[in-house]
């Protein structure tokens, strides 16, 4: 591409890199910050999760100068979307540039880790990235400080409890001490740590009472880690900004452009030269943060030639301060606003004039995290037009001014109102002209200004729909001279109820305006069945919601007294203060001190996943001659393919080839269970992102645009996407599981009452940090191919493979480190893409790599099955349950995979934790035209336990008693049959339930929430406790078994290998604990490297929550042959240590290597009969949570959530209580947060953080509080312990069934008594629609059939 010529330089390219100068004499300016740090500098500890800024995995600090203040600005990135030109002149540091395990850790890594902060780790430099920031601009913050440093960055794993406990110690006094008496005294007893006190002490147990007490008593631990441990931060110490970027022409006086191949980036410093560049180049795109742009050209494949950065033209960079408000330069970034007007508002006298200000200070608290507002422009946000633009409304009602400027027009002013923006991202702007500043007025004394904004996730989240509203009153009274209306969300704009607003001038503040405004608005704001974005009824309830809030807020800011249960409209109680207990048994106080079984150490590579050191598959340095593979995939959800064109493609320089079925030597027919899809479409496409074929190319850019180039001609065929389609159509991937016992028809004539109903549960995304990844390396002889995947199912993979390949499984080794979170995900829907892979590198005959993007990721791989769940249960008027009719619909997807084994755990667990005399559970698996759904942490179970959770709750209110007491009376006891008759042996779920409602003071709380409801109609506080129990083992017997190896070498030290996968649940850690154990040595002198098939062959997948229990058994076995080996050693010299007795046994020829194994003794189930042990145990829990809810909104915060876990003699209670939190939030995010949605067509809506929201750390529950209950070892498996990876996740339910519980009382209110149908996950807008008032009954919602909807749920 030939420079413009405009403003070019002859410089080079230049900036620091953790302290060292990278000059690139020629850069290519397409590439992003991210990815040129881990190709170009081999950089891999900053990640790439998601490549639009929502997870921030990627997060790097950057540090500029500014020469005219002599100030230097450290601020966190999102390196996904930093132009790499964008820090010319700037220093960048990564995780690797703050410390390593090699010189001395960063107090930032050292406590993430040995706070049990980091469990698969993939997260965690992103996390180190943002604290670091944050500690280089205040080396004592605050826990908000902590928490909005937070809200870019997501984990899936450790539920953000750890990592909040561990980074609480930078806080000043330490934040909460643990009971252990920190700087200040313990914050438990002094009552200083604010509202949730009140809470907690009414909560305490004695373990409570204790831990405020600074011990422990009975052996009862509260401390996870050791604080008074930690190197302390020493800001002093932090390396110094180079003094290059201060001095020399790079600060950013001088204009530079860099040309590459396709794009030339210019970075001009004067407005005039900017004009200039705009009147020669109208098409030349103007960037500030990319953080539209960035995700234009990513996601929606816009290539804009030349990109002009203005960050550096003082005119765009500006604040002033005028007599009628502030003039803000378009380039300012939204933090430097944010400063900026927090700063004047403190210093302006007349409070009254700052009102916009502060409406936009409170939006931005909303706005995306802190690695976005640092960057994004307030000019870039206003110019994009985003119709759910946060602060547009906000300008527009405030009547904003625009100052626009162009080279041939000169400059002009225009009022930013709905005549702005004129379509969909569009405005009146003319190409060559750009936009310089926005004034903000000031508002008047008699002049008031809110903004509003619901979205689904509170933080860091795209609006539904927001709004700013403004009003001015004749001075002294209360007659409206102005109103001004905007609202986002409602329409391709932004716009304004000009009309309604009109219509109200002259009127009076007062109760009837309200309604008359509410009519007004829903005409004036109409959004048809079928609008884009979908949920119209609850959009057009929002605007009332906001309009009735402002009403009452502007009330009582005219000194007119709202009544106290009505202000609860706009109040909102600071639920900030951040508390978490945990209680775990201590060790036996003669427990050797080298059995670390019990102990909770830290996960075994803590340290190097917070360094970034830790590699992923993605990680692997660059092997000579590799490739990458762009994966080619459908776009239609059925469609015959008529044709393939890969022309185009293959004439792009760098292309190698296409890869289809045409290629696979062997079977092209791939599965789980069985092999029912095809690894390469052939002739027929049964879903969206089904693969063709793949594009094999130099490097993944090459490869990913030559891919989009394919051109697939298809013949339409008629989907089907919703359980109730495929019901329709009787579309079955099999015959009904049923499993019945007792007379049901018996039972329901015995009961006094019998109900009907149906409830939904929404499918799941993974949503693991690291995608699907592989890399494939054929090794040039035998047929030998070696593959290293991001697989929790080894050896399956090595079969798929080695069969698609036509060799012997001999021939192909597959390998895994470490996954960055898997929760079933990569248990069998990896095959697909390691098959891909490894048939384009047997093609090639070279390395070929491939890496999901994460839309790729979510569009291909699968979710967790959404479930319908029909039911009639007849029980006593006592609430005794008689019988149960179950029929659970799955959507499968188009395949077989794990479907059929997930209906039937689901179908198991459909009693949850109750005693069920009659029942009959029928399973269907329906087969439908999504991409085939998987195995998810649960598998079924949490489906199957809310459908039970759900008529349970519906017979207490039938019954007219508490929820808690008629789940107390149906709890299976000791001794009890199942529904699938096992005997339940040491049941401990009452103990749970009755530790967990004592624990939580449920029956105090109880009072407490409804006096608060009494006293407040539109926030409602609700109440819920949930038991569990889930059975441990594969249901297929044969899967229960598994292999260890283990070699001791020479110089004493241990090599364990074994079965499972290491994917964050800390299976290595306790390995590692149980080898200490059975070895009699200390856990340093052992290691794992990884797993791998040439190690451990015939292994089962990593999950079902067995991986301890299987492979620790086995771990157990192996180590016990080798002790037997040893022993005639340490026999003949006693006083030996463990290096002498090694010796003496190699000098004298003995193996010191060893396999071992196990199998799960006597457990096997009949399906036939029902009859058998499909369980080799069960786990059991108890939770209690407490929420609170906008009713006008939908909105919901989690006050208090406490539970209580049997996990037997816990082999590490760091690792356990983690499982808990991680699984808890889990499945938190599946019943309230995570929804999927589809177009009717088949296409997957909610694709990447941005539109699928997991929870973030502002989603924590205000207190979580953890215990492991104590004295109950699990005979039945290593160290008397118990699983835990799946159990917790369902205990989440209680948060859904407090928002029910919240959600009645609004309706009680509202006058409605019946029973209402809550689907999962329980959103904001199936909240505020559930909460009926005055204004949801003004909207009607469509009778399906009648239109197309925008989005299904499937
Ligand atoms: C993860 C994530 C979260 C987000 N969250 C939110 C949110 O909560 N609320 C919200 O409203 N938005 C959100 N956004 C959108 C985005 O961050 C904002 O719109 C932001 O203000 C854009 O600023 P920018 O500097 O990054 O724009 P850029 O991407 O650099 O530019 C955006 C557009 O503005 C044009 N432009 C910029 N400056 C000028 C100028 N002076 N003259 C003419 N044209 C100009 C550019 O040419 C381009 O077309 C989010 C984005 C991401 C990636
Ligand atoms: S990878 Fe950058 S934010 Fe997700
Ligand atoms: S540890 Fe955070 S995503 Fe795994």
Same mark, same amino acid.
């Given at each position: 591409?030939?420079?413009?010529?405009?403003?070019?330089?002859?410089?080079?390219?230049?900036?620091?890199?953790?302290?060292?100068?990278?000059?690139?004499?020629?850069?290519?300016?397409?590439?992003?910050? &991210?990815?040129?740090?881990?190709?170009?500098?081999?950089?891999?500890?900053?990640?790439?999760?998601?490549?639009?800024?929502?997870?921030?995995?990627?997060?790097?600090?950057?540090?500029?100068?500014?020469?005219?203040?002599?100030?230097?600005?450290?601020?966190?990135?999102?390196?996904?979307?930093?132009?790499?030109?964008?820090?010319?002149?700037?220093?960048?540091?990564?995780?690797?540039?703050?410390? @390593?395990?090699?010189?001395?850790?960063?107090?930032?890594?050292?406590?993430?880790?040995?706070?049990?902060?980091?469990?698969?780790?993939?997260?965690?430099?992103?996390?180190?990235?943002?604290?670091?920031?944050?500690?280089?601009?205040?080396?004592?913050?605050?826990?908000?400080?902590?928490?909005?440093?937070?809200?870019?960055?997501? *984990?899936?794993?450790?539920?953000?409890?750890?990592?909040?406990?561990?980074?609480?110690?930078?806080?000043?006094?330490?934040?909460?001490?643990?009971?252990?008496?920190?700087?200040?005294?313990?914050?438990?007893?002094?009552?200083?740590?604010?509202?949730?006190?009140?809470?907690?002490?009414?909560?305490?147990? !004695?373990?409570?009472?204790?831990?405020?007490?600074?011990?422990?008593?009975?052996?009862?631990?509260?401390? %996870?880690?050791?604080?008074?441990?930690?190197?302390?931060?020493?800001?002093?110490?932090?390396?110094?900004?180079?003094?290059?970027?201060?001095?020399?022409?790079?600060?950013?006086?001088?204009?530079?452009?860099?040309?590459?191949?396709?794009?030339?980036?210019?970075?001009?410093?004067?407005?005039?030269? %900017?004009?200039?560049?705009?009147?020669?180049?109208?098409?030349?795109?103007?960037?500030?943060?990319?953080?539209?742009?960035?995700?234009?050209?990513?996601?929606?494949?816009?290539?804009?030639?030349?990109?002009?950065?203005?960050?550096?033209?003082?005119?765009?960079?500006?604040? @002033?301060?005028?007599?009628?408000?502030?003039?803000?330069?378009? =380039?300012?970034?939204?933090?430097?606003?944010?400063?900026? &007007?927090?700063?004047?508002?403190?210093?302006?006298?007349?409070?009254?004039?700052?009102?916009?200000? @502060?409406?936009?200070?409170?939006?931005?608290?909303?706005?995306?995290?802190?690695?976005?507002?640092?960057?994004?422009?307030?000019?870039?946000?206003?110019?994009?037009?985003?119709?759910?633009?946060?602060?547009?409304?906000?300008?527009?009602?405030?009547?904003?001014?625009?100052?626009?400027?162009?080279?041939?027009?000169?400059?002009?002013?225009?009022?930013? !109102?709905?005549?702005?923006? #004129?379509?969909?991202?569009?405005?009146?702007?003319?190409?060559?002209?750009?936009?310089?500043?926005?004034?903000?007025?000031?508002?008047?004394?008699?002049?008031?200004?809110?903004?509003?904004?619901?979205?689904?996730?509170?933080?860091?989240?795209?609006?539904?729909?927001?709004?700013?509203?403004?009003?001015?009153?004749?001075?002294?009274?209360?007659?409206?001279? $102005?109103?001004?209306?905007?609202?986002?969300?409602?329409?391709?704009?932004?716009?304004?109820?000009?009309?309604?607003?009109?219509?109200?001038?002259?009127?009076?503040?007062?109760?009837?305006?309200?309604?008359?405004?509410?009519?007004?608005?829903?005409?004036?704001?109409?959004?048809?069945?079928?609008?884009?974005?979908?949920?119209?009824?609850?959009?057009?309830?929002?605007?009332?919601?906001?309009?009735?809030?402002?009403? &009452?807020?502007?009330?009582?800011?005219?000194?007119?007294?709202?009544?106290?249960?009505?202000? =609860?409209?706009?109040?909102?109680? $600071?639920?900030?203060?951040?508390?978490?207990?945990?209680?775990?048994?201590?060790?036996?106080?003669?427990?050797?001190?080298?059995?670390?079984?019990?102990?909770?150490?830290?996960?075994?590579?803590?340290?190097?996943?917070?360094?970034?050191?830790?590699?992923?598959?993605?990680?692997?340095?660059?092997?000579?001659?590799?490739?990458?593979?762009?994966?080619?995939?459908?776009?239609?959800?059925?469609?015959?393919?008529?044709?393939?064109?890969?022309?185009?493609?293959?004439?792009?320089?760098?292309?190698?080839?296409?890869?289809?079925?045409?290629?696979?030597?062997? !079977?092209?027919?791939?599965?789980?269970?069985?092999?029912?899809?095809?690894?390469?479409?052939?002739?027929?496409?049964? *879903?969206?992102?089904?693969?063709?074929?793949?594009?094999?190319?130099?490097?993944?850019?090459?490869?990913?645009?030559?891919?989009?180039?394919?051109?697939?001609?298809?013949?339409?065929?008629?989907?089907?996407?919703?359980?109730?389609?495929?019901?329709?159509?009787?579309?079955?991937?099999?015959?009904?599981?049923?499993?019945?016992?007792?007379?049901?028809?018996?039972?329901?004539?015995?009961?006094?009452?019998?109900?009907?109903?149906?409830?939904?549960?929404?499918?799941?995304?993974?949503?693991?940090?690291?995608?699907?990844?592989?890399?494939?390396?054929?090794?040039?002889?035998?047929?030998?191919?070696?593959?290293?995947?991001?697989?929790?199912?080894?050896?399956?993979?090595?079969?798929?493979?080695? $069969? *698609?390949?036509?060799?012997?499984?001999?021939?192909?080794? *597959?390998?895994?480190?470490?996954?960055?979170?898997?929760?079933?995900?990569?248990?069998?829907?990896?095959?697909?893409?390691?098959?891909?892979?490894?048939?384009?590198?047997?093609?090639?005959?070279?390395?070929?790599?491939?890496? &999901?993007?994460?839309?790729?990721?979510?569009?291909?791989?699968?979710?967790?099955?959404?479930?319908?769940?029909?039911?009639?249960?007849?029980?006593?008027?006592?609430?005794?349950?008689?019988?149960?009719?179950?029929?659970?619909?799955?959507?499968?997807?188009? @395949?077989?995979?794990?479907?059929?084994?997930?209906?039937?755990?689901?179908?198991?667990?459909?009693?949850?934790?109750?005693?069920?005399?009659?029942?009959?559970?029928?399973?269907?698996?329906?087969?439908?035209?999504?991409?085939?759904?998987?195995?998810?942490?649960?598998?079924?179970?949490?489906?199957?336990?809310?459908?039970?959770?759900?008529?349970?709750?519906?017979?207490?209110?039938?019954?007219?008693?508490?929820?808690?007491?008629?789940?107390?009376?149906?709890?299976?006891?000791?001794?009890?049959?199942?529904?699938?008759?096992?005997?339940?042996?040491?049941?401990?779920?009452?103990?749970?339930?009755?530790?967990?409602?004592?624990?939580?003071?449920?029956?105090?709380?109880?009072?407490?929430?409804?006096?608060?409801?009494?006293?407040?109609?539109?926030?409602?506080?609700?109440?819920?406790?949930?038991?569990?129990?889930?059975?441990?083992?594969?249901?297929?017997?044969?899967?229960?078994?598994?292999?260890?190896?283990?070699?001791?070498?020479?110089?004493?030290?241990?090599?364990?290998?074994?079965?499972?996968?290491?994917?964050?649940?800390?299976?290595?850690?306790?390995?590692?604990?149980?080898?200490?154990?059975?070895?009699?040595?200390?856990?340093?002198?052992?290691?794992?490297?990884?797993?791998?098939?040439?190690?451990?062959?015939?292994?089962?997948? #990593?999950?079902?929550?067995?991986?301890?229990?299987?492979?620790?058994?086995?771990?157990?076995?192996?180590?016990?042959?080798?002790?037997?080996?040893?022993?005639?050693?340490?026999?003949?010299?006693?006083?030996?240590?463990?290096?002498?007795?090694?010796?003496?046994?190699?000098?004298?020829?003995?193996?010191?290597?060893?396999?071992?194994?196990?199998?799960?003794?006597?457990?096997?189930?009949?399906?036939?009969?029902?009859?058998?042990?499909?369980?080799?145990?069960?786990?059991?829990?108890?939770?209690?949570?407490?929420?609170?809810?906008?009713?006008?909104?939908?909105?919901?915060?989690?006050?208090?959530?406490?539970?209580?876990?049997?996990?037997?003699?816990?082999?590490?209670?760091?690792?356990?209580?983690?499982?808990?939190?991680?699984?808890?939030?889990?499945?938190?995010?599946?019943?309230?947060?995570? $929804?999927?949605?589809?177009?009717?067509?088949?296409?997957?809506?909610?694709?990447?953080?941005?539109?699928?929201?997991?929870?973030?750390?502002?989603?924590?529950?205000?207190?979580?509080?953890?215990?492991?209950?104590?004295?109950?070892?699990?005979?039945?498996?290593?160290?008397?312990?118990?699983?835990?990876?799946?159990?917790?996740?369902?205990?989440?339910?209680?948060?859904?069934?407090?928002?029910?519980?919240?959600?009645?009382?609004?309706?009680?209110?509202?006058?409605?008594?019946?029973?209402?149908?809550?689907?999962?996950?329980?959103?904001?807008?199936?909240?505020?629609?559930?909460?009926?008032?005055?204004? #949801?009954?003004?909207?009607?919602?469509?009778?399906?059939?009648?239109?197309?909807?925008?989005?299904?749920?499937?």
């Amino acid at each position: 591409m030939p420079s413009t010529g405009i403003g070019t330089s002859t410089e080079p390219f230049v900036f620091f890199c953790n302290g060292r100068k990278v000059v690139d004499e020629d850069v290519d300016p397409e590439l992003t910050l &991210l990815t040129y740090i881990r190709t170009k500098l081999r950089l891999t500890g900053s990640k790439l999760g998601c490549a639009e800024g929502g997870c921030g995995a990627c997060t790097v600090m950057v540090s500029s100068y500014d020469a005219d203040t002599k100030t230097i600005r450290h601020f966190s990135v999102n390196a996904c979307l930093a132009p790499i030109c964008s820090v010319h002149g700037m220093a960048v540091t990564t995780v690797e540039g703050i410390r @390593s395990t090699r010189t001395k850790l960063h107090p930032v890594q050292e406590r993430i880790a040995k706070a049990h902060g980091s469990q698969c780790g993939f997260c965690t430099p992103g996390i180190v990235m943002s604290m670091y920031t944050l500690l280089r601009n205040n080396p004592v913050p605050n826990m908000d400080d902590i928490f909005s440093a937070f809200e870019g960055n997501l *984990c899936r794993c450790t539920g953000y409890r750890p990592i909040l406990e561990g980074y609480k110690t930078f806080t000043k006094g330490g934040g909460c001490c643990g009971g252990r008496g920190g700087q200040n005294g313990c914050c438990m007893m002094n009552g200083s740590n604010g509202d949730n006190r009140e809470q907690a002490t009414n909560g305490a147990s !004695d373990e409570l009472t204790n831990r405020t007490n600074g011990g422990n008593s009975d052996g009862v631990s509260t401390a %996870l880690f050791q604080a008074d441990d930690f190197t302390p931060y020493d800001s002093s110490q932090e390396p110094i900004f180079p003094p290059e970027l201060m001095t020399s022409s790079l600060t950013a006086t001088k204009s530079v452009s860099f040309v590459g191949k396709r794009l030339t980036w210019h970075r001009p410093v004067t407005l005039p030269e %900017l004009l200039n560049l705009k009147a020669q180049h109208p098409s030349a795109k103007i960037v500030v943060g990319n953080t539209e742009i960035g995700v234009e050209v990513k996601f929606k494949n816009q290539l804009y030639p030349i990109l002009v950065c203005t960050t550096h033209i003082p005119d765009l960079q500006e604040i @002033s301060v005028t007599d009628s408000g502030i003039h803000v330069g378009a =380039s300012v970034n939204l933090t430097t606003l944010d400063e900026f &007007l927090k700063k004047h508002i403190k210093q302006i006298q007349q409070s009254h004039k700052t009102r916009v200000f @502060s409406a936009i200070v409170e939006m931005l608290k909303w706005f995306a995290g802190h690695q976005i507002r640092n960057v994004a422009a307030v000019g870039g946000n206003i110019v994009t037009g985003s119709p759910i633009s946060d602060l547009n409304p906000l300008f527009m009602a405030a009547g904003c001014t625009l100052e626009l400027e162009s080279q041939k027009n000169g400059r002009r002013s225009v009022k930013m !109102d709905q005549s702005f923006y #004129t379509g969909y991202r569009r405005t009146i702007m003319q190409a060559d002209e750009v936009l310089v500043s926005i004034h903000i007025p000031y508002t008047s004394q008699n002049e008031y200004f809110y903004g509003y904004k619901q979205s689904p996730r509170r933080e860091d989240d795209i609006a539904i729909v927001n709004a700013g509203i403004r009003v001015r009153f004749e001075p002294g009274s209360k007659v409206i001279t $102005d109103l001004s209306m905007a609202f986002g969300g409602m329409a391709a704009t932004t716009v304004m109820a000009t009309k309604t607003s009109e219509s109200m001038i002259g009127r009076e503040w007062n109760d009837e305006l309200v309604s008359e405004v509410s009519t007004s608005l829903a005409k004036e704001l109409p959004l048809l069945p079928g609008a884009p974005g979908g949920m119209e009824t609850y959009r057009q309830s929002l605007t009332l919601s906001f309009f009735f809030k402002f009403y &009452l807020k502007v009330l009582e800011d005219l000194d007119v007294k709202v009544s106290p249960v009505d202000r =609860s409209a706009f109040t909102s109680v $600071d639920h900030k203060n951040f508390h978490s207990a945990q209680f775990y048994q201590e060790v036996p106080s003669g427990q050797p001190s080298y059995d670390s079984v019990g102990r909770p150490d830290a996960h075994k590579t803590a340290l190097q996943q917070a360094t970034g050191e830790a590699v992923y598959c993605d990680d692997i340095p660059r092997i000579e001659g590799e490739l990458y593979l762009a994966l080619v995939t459908s776009t239609k959800a059925h469609a015959n393919i008529i044709a393939v064109d890969t022309e185009a493609a293959l004439a792009i320089e760098g292309v190698h080839t296409y890869v289809s079925a045409a290629d696979v030597p062997g !079977d092209n027919m791939i599965g789980v269970i069985i092999h029912d899809e095809e690894l390469f479409a052939t002739k027929q496409v049964h *879903c969206v992102g089904q693969i063709i074929g793949g594009i094999v190319a130099e490097n993944q850019a090459i490869a990913q645009r030559a891919a989009k180039l394919v051109k697939i001609q298809y013949e339409e065929l008629e989907p089907i996407i919703t359980i109730e389609d495929a019901i329709e159509k009787q579309s079955f991937l099999k015959d009904p599981l049923i499993v019945k016992k007792g007379d049901v028809e018996e039972a329901f004539k015995a009961s006094d009452h019998i109900i009907e109903g149906e409830v939904r549960i929404g499918g799941q995304e993974h949503f693991y940090l690291e995608t699907q990844c592989s890399l494939a390396i054929p090794k040039g002889e035998s047929n030998e191919m070696e593959i290293f995947m991001s697989s929790q199912s080894l050896s399956h993979t090595q079969h798929v493979i080695a $069969d *698609c390949l036509g060799v012997p499984y001999n021939r192909v080794v *597959c390998r895994s480190k470490r996954l960055g979170g898997g929760f079933g995900g990569k248990e069998s829907r990896n095959f697909n893409f390691n098959a891909a892979c490894a048939i384009a590198a047997n093609k090639v005959n070279r390395p070929v790599r491939t890496m &999901l993007d994460r839309d790729e990721d979510m569009v291909m791989s699968g979710t967790r099955h959404p479930y319908l769940g029909r039911y009639k249960v007849g029980f006593t008027k006592e609430g005794i349950v008689k019988g149960l009719v179950v029929d659970l619909y799955a959507n499968c997807g188009i @395949s077989w995979d794990l479907s059929p084994a997930v209906m039937e755990r689901a179908v198991l667990s459909s009693d949850n934790a109750y005693l069920l005399p009659a029942v009959i559970v029928t399973g269907y698996t329906c087969k439908t035209n999504l991409p085939s759904n998987t195995a998810f942490r649960g598998f079924g179970a949490p489906q199957g336990m809310l459908v039970a959770e759900t008529w349970m709750s519906q017979i207490a209110v039938k019954c007219g008693i508490s929820q808690e007491q008629v789940r107390s009376l149906n709890l299976i006891r000791e001794g009890q049959l199942t529904h699938f008759n096992q005997t339940l042996n040491n049941c401990t779920v009452r103990r749970c339930w009755e530790e967990c409602l004592e624990k939580s003071c449920y029956a105090s709380r109880r009072q407490q929430v409804d006096s608060w409801n009494k006293a407040n109609r539109w926030k409602k506080r609700g109440l819920a406790a949930v038991p569990t129990k889930f059975g441990i083992a594969f249901v297929q017997k044969f899967m229960n078994q598994a292999g260890a190896l283990i070699h001791i070498y020479t110089d004493g030290s241990v090599l364990v290998s074994h079965s499972g996968v290491e994917m964050g649940q800390g299976l290595h850690t306790k390995m590692i604990q149980v080898a200490s154990r059975y070895l009699k040595v200390p856990a340093k002198k052992i290691f794992i490297s990884e797993t791998s098939t040439n190690l451990v062959p015939n292994t089962q997948p #990593t999950a079902a929550s067995s991986g301890s229990d299987l492979n620790g058994n086995a771990v157990k076995d192996a180590c016990e042959k080798l002790m037997h080996r040893l022993e005639p050693f340490m026999l003949a010299n006693p006083k030996g240590t463990w290096e002498d007795w090694v010796t003496a046994a190699y000098l004298d020829r003995v193996s010191l290597s060893a396999t071992g194994f196990y199998k799960t003794p006597n457990i096997g189930y009949d399906w036939e009969k029902n009859e058998g042990m499909p369980f080799n145990y069960f786990t059991f829990g108890a939770a209690v949570s407490e929420v609170e809810i906008d009713c006008l909104t939908g909105d919901h915060e989690v006050i208090r959530t406490d539970i209580v876990m049997d996990v037997g003699d816990s082999i590490n209670p760091a690792i356990d209580i983690g499982q808990i939190e991680g699984g808890f939030t889990q499945g938190y995010g599946l019943f309230t947060l995570e $929804d999927h949605r589809w177009n009717p067509k088949g296409h997957l809506l909610t694709r990447g953080p941005g539109f699928y929201k997991i929870p973030g750390f502002g989603d924590v529950p205000k207190e979580f509080n953890v215990s492991l209950l104590r004295g109950v070892p699990n005979n039945r498996t290593i160290c008397s312990s118990k699983a835990i990876g799946e159990p917790p996740l369902f205990l989440a339910a209680s948060v859904f069934f407090a928002i029910k519980d919240a959600i009645t009382s609004a309706r009680a209110d509202a006058g409605v008594s019946e029973e209402f149908r809550l689907d999962s996950p329980a959103t904001s807008d199936r909240i505020r629609m559930a909460c009926v008032d005055q204004f #949801t009954k003004q909207f009607k919602e469509p009778v399906p059939g009648t239109y197309t909807p925008f989005f299904v749920r499937p």
